[in-house]
């Protein structure tokens, strides 16, 4: 990451994308857009068949900004407690 960002400080979304799928985040900095290639949408179908095996997910609609916050709030916290687990 050091030689795109040039003195920049790294994001909490560039340090979360480099943990998610590091093949993906160096292709976007390389090529300068993000891509999808067959190897990564089998990655994608493959990590949305263990997440449905992990947990369910529920559709959750909200009508005010507050309320999505709130949920996101909610999610992350679950989120860590499942990988502190």
Do not use: P
């Not at 994308?17 to 300068?32: D, N, R, S």
């Amino acid at each position: 990451l050091q030689q795109f960002k040039k003195g920049r400080g790294i994001s909490v979304t560039e340090f979360s994308a480099q943990l998610w799928c590091e093949t993906q985040l160096q292709l976007q900095y390389v090529t300068g857009r993000k891509r999808q290639t067959a190897a990564m949408a089998a990655g994608i179908k493959r990590h949305a068949e263990i997440e449905s095996d992990d947990h369910t997910t529920e559709e959750v609609e909200v009508e005010t900004r507050e309320d999505l916050y709130a949920f996101k709030a909610l999610n992350s916290v679950l989120q860590l407690d499942m990988l502190r687990q």
